[in-house]
């Protein structure tokens, strides 16, 4: 009997074409397991959306099952994304996977929809979650050394990355967590600068297991000048050279069309793109407001006024 992996994505309407590409990816590369999908969306999410991302996976399909979940309206308490670029409120789904997904699913593998997963992912599946809350990967900083004062927690405890959870949703029921989430916005909303991902460090910082960086390295990791814990920039330069999963978190994502600095592992999304119904797709998500800037400023550095782009990664091994 093959291994199964539960697997949930959160999304709505302006995340269908990556988190397609994302699924294809997963899908391509373990054949040798059962995969569920567990997709949780808003009403922006069409039922030809869901036919597309489907479809999209109809030739997986002896080993691959997707359900959909709909959210019609989360707490009204939640911070607002709207001054943060490319966030919607699909971010906060995450925090209530325990009430949303089947009762009988004790493990899950949250994937944000802006990733490629390059290889199998049955080790990072078989992480002994026992008495933890969460596995996931260390995040780069950016100078923000006070987040032990910002979410109350010791600063040696770390700070990582939501974009690849595995949730041990047991452990998040049996001790009520959706409702203690609430407790910790009410109780420090206006210290939360990072949505979801602070409230779940918030929670789980005595609770969460390390993962290795090969399984979230995220575009934080590929920059230039960048703050880690202490110890592991030798394994940011393993991870570099063969990622198992890669998170285009933050800007320069290779499906915009108005990107200036192309990603180190553009390549790996456009081989996997290549494959699905949305090659060749690009989209321009910015505000009206952002466009005209940049118009502007791409016009007066063809006119050498301004100083070109500075491109902010690093070089790594072209591995596809």
């Given at each position: 009997?093959?291994?199964?992996?539960?697997?949930?994505?959160?999304?709505?309407?302006?995340?269908?074409?990556?988190?397609g590409?994302?699924?294809?990816?997963?899908?391509?590369?373990?054949?040798?397991?059962?995969?569920?999908?567990?997709?949780?969306?808003?009403?922006?999410?069409?039922?030809?959306?869901?036919y597309?991302?489907?479809?999209?996976?109809?030739r997986?399909?002896?080993?691959?099952?997707?359900?959909?979940?709909?959210?019609?309206?989360?707490?009204?308490?939640?911070?607002?994304?709207?001054?943060?670029?490319?966030?919607?409120?699909?971010?906060?789904?995450?925090?209530?996977?325990?009430?949303?997904?089947?009762?009988?699913?004790?493990k899950?593998?949250?994937?944000?929809?802006?990733?490629?997963?390059?290889?199998?992912?049955?080790?990072?599946?078989?992480?002994?979650?026992t008495n933890?809350?969460?596995?996931?990967?260390?995040?780069?900083?950016?100078?923000?050394?006070?987040?032990?004062?910002?979410?109350?927690?010791?600063?040696?405890?770390?700070?990582?990355?939501?974009?690849?959870?595995?949730?041990?949703?047991?452990?998040?029921?049996?001790?009520?967590?959706?409702?203690?989430?609430?407790?910790?916005?009410?109780?420090?909303?206006?210290?939360?600068?990072?949505?979801?991902?602070?409230?779940?460090?918030?929670m789980?910082?005595?609770?969460?297991?390390r993962?290795?960086?090969?399984?979230?390295?995220?575009?934080?990791?590929?920059?230039?000048?960048?703050?880690?814990?202490?110890?592991?920039?030798?394994?940011?330069?393993?991870?570099e050279?063969?990622?198992?999963?890669?998170?285009?978190?933050?800007?320069f994502?290779?499906?915009?069309s108005?990107?200036?600095?192309?990603?180190?592992?553009?390549?790996?999304?456009?081989?996997?793109?290549?494959?699905?119904m949305?090659?060749?797709?690009?989209?321009?998500?910015?505000?009206?407001q952002?466009?005209?800037?940049?118009f502007?400023?791409d016009?007066?550095?063809?006119?050498?006024?301004?100083?070109?782009?500075?491109?902010?990664?690093?070089?790594?091994?072209?591995?596809?």
């Amino acid at each position: 009997m093959k291994e199964k992996i539960n697997i949930t994505v959160c999304l709505d309407k302006g995340f269908i074409m990556p988190t397609g590409v994302m699924m294809y990816s997963i899908c391509s590369n373990n054949q040798d397991v059962d995969i569920a999908f567990y997709v949780v969306i808003d009403d922006s999410v069409t039922r030809k959306d869901k036919y597309n991302l489907k479809d999209n996976l109809k030739r997986f399909e002896n080993y691959v099952t997707i359900d959909f979940y709909l959210v019609k309206e989360i707490c009204a308490k939640l911070p607002s994304t709207a001054n943060r670029q490319g966030l919607s409120n699909a971010t906060y789904f995450r925090l209530f996977l325990a009430d949303f997904l089947p009762c009988d699913i004790d493990k899950v593998l949250y994937l944000d929809g802006d990733i490629i997963v390059r290889h199998s992912l049955l080790s990072l599946w078989n992480t002994d979650l026992t008495n933890y809350a969460i596995a996931a990967v260390s995040d780069t900083f950016y100078g923000d050394v006070d987040y032990d004062k910002r979410l109350g927690y010791p600063l040696d405890a770390g700070y990582f990355n939501a974009g690849v959870l595995l949730i041990n949703l047991k452990y998040w029921r049996e001790n009520n967590m959706t409702q203690r989430f609430i407790n910790y916005i009410e109780g420090r909303y206006s210290n939360l600068t990072f949505h979801d991902q602070d409230i779940l460090n918030g929670m789980f910082w005595n609770k969460k297991i390390r993962l290795p960086i090969k399984y979230n390295l995220h575009s934080g990791f590929l920059c230039k000048d960048f703050f880690v814990e202490k110890g592991i920039v030798q394994e940011v330069k393993e991870a570099e050279k063969d990622p198992v999963i890669v998170h285009y978190s933050g800007y320069f994502r290779p499906w915009e069309s108005y990107v200036r600095s192309p990603h180190p592992y553009n390549s790996s999304f456009y081989k996997y793109q290549r494959m699905t119904m949305w090659k060749n797709c690009r989209i321009d998500s910015r505000a009206p407001q952002l466009k005209f800037k940049n118009f502007i400023a791409d016009s007066l550095r063809k006119l050498k006024l301004l100083h070109p782009i500075c491109n902010p990664y690093n070089s790594v091994p072209q591995v596809d």
